[in-house]
């Protein structure tokens, strides 16, 4: 009895540490320029602290261009996530693409539900699939490259301004010079 018991303890807390959860940092020079309020998003491992999500402000549709709320996360395991719609009241919701069948609750003007996996989302309130927002739930990253391979241009985190720089490529004899431009 004794030894399945401890397989049990053993499997439940793999389970547990299995979960992680990153939230990336907003740069500081997007902070307020590409803020979107229309949302409000929050994400939690099972049961654990809600963390915010920065919403950012995106253009959409090539049409007619269209402001709407974005937000991204990394994350194994399972992870409960909120979404507040700050504008109006909420009649109903809908989370797409609808063939995932994720089950959500409403409650007033927030809708909860629960990802086990990564996925790339739709969430829309009274039918709006305009100004919706875009949930992009990420699996980790596993193979980060290394900011001093000299064939890798990091930017680092408090990168935020529009730039343009050249620079050699030495390691392509194809491409001696290329122009980068770079705007948040």
């Known amino acids: ?25 907003v740069p500081t020079g997007v902070l307020y320029s590409q803020h979107n309020d229309d949302y409000t998003v ?13 919403e950012y402000n995106v253009q959409v549709d090539l049409d007619k261009v269209r402001d709407a709320s974005m937000v991204f996360f990394d994350f194994s395991g399972t992870v409960e996530v909120a979404v507040r719609k700050n504008n109006g009241l909420v009649q109903a919701a809908r989370i797409r693409p609808l063939s995932y ?6 409650e007033g003007n927030t809708l909860y539900f629960t990802l086990t996996q990564p996925r790339k989302l739709s969430i829309e309130f009274n ?20 900011p001093k391979d000299p064939n890798v241009i990091y930017f680092g985190p408090e990168f935020t301004r529009q730039m343009t720089s050249q620079a050699m490529c030495s390691k392509s004899p194809a491409i001696k010079r290329y122009t980068l431009t770079v705007g948040l």
């Open 1 to 25: 009895m004794k030894p399945v018991i401890y397989l049990i303890i053993w499997a439940l807390s793999g389970q547990l540490y299995a979960q992680e959860l990153v939230i990336h940092t």
């Open 42 to 54: 929050r994400v939690r491992k099972p049961g654990g602290p809600w963390h915010d999500l920065f």
């Open 101 to 106: 069948q994720i089950q959500s609750k409403h």
């Open 127 to 146: 039918g709006d699939k305009l100004q919706n927002l875009h949930l992009f739930a990420n699996p980790l990253e596993t193979t980060k490259p290394d």
